[in-house]
């Protein structure tokens, strides 16, 4: 008797053991929530007065910006593209290059976005473009869990000179924005290949 429930207990957990490693079970990955985003469908940014011209999505919405980390905009071309849906947001800032050196504006494009990032970010990348409307500029991707991970800046080194910075308000998480940033970045990328310099300003 004692031998037949010793052998009973043996092939019921052979059997489990078997049903187990036959199970479609896996371990999966942490999720997160799906998020829909938009279709993408751009409209232009033409407004009389300002010195530029580009493209950006129908579902931004362009916002004049007075002030900047709470300082006074320099001048009135400096412009938000808020996205509420995402708290998302593209700011524009411009220059005028004499009474600002372009040496000086370089330098702070670079310092905005290793300085004030480098304690977070895990790396930093820069890399020179040139537009298909022949302008140039430089094009930082910032990896980590950062306030932006994407900041550019356009140039013709004699006269204008405009910087932008995508960011979102939220806490930095780069897994969980990881979705949402890529979106924006194709965003980011179109602004800067339509964009253009006014003949007259």
Not at 39 to 52: E, I, L, S, V
Not at 179 to 200: C, G, M, Y
Request: glycine share 4%; net charge neutral.
């Amino acid at each position: 008797m004692e031998n037949r429930r010793s052998l009973f207990f043996i092939i019921l957990v052979f059997t489990a053991a078997i049903t187990a490693c036959n199970s479609d079970y896996t371990i999966k990955p942490r999720g997160y929530f799906q998020i829909d985003f938009p279709k993408k469908a751009y409209q232009r940014f033409d407004q009389p007065g300002y010195p530029y011209t580009f493209e950006y999505p129908v579902y931004g919405k362009v916002l004049k910006d007075s002030l900047f980390f709470e300082e006074q905009a320099e001048n009135p071309y400096w412009i938000n593209i808020d996205f509420p849906q995402f708290e998302g947001r593209i700011h524009i800032s411009y220059k005028e290059i004499g009474p600002n050196k372009f040496d000086s504006l370089v330098n702070d494009a670079y310092q905005m976005s290793y300085k004030q990032h480098t304690y977070r970010a895990s790396g930093i990348d820069s890399k020179p473009f040139t537009t298909p409307a022949g302008i140039e500029g430089v094009y930082f991707t910032l990896k980590g869990n950062t306030a932006t991970s994407t900041q550019f800046f356009l140039t013709d080194s004699t006269r204008h000179f405009l910087r932008g910075a995508l960011y979102f308000n939220t806490t930095p998480n780069e897994d969980s924005l990881r979705p949402v940033t890529r979106f924006f970045q194709e965003d980011v990328q179109h602004l800067i290949n339509t964009f253009q310099w006014k003949a007259n300003k």
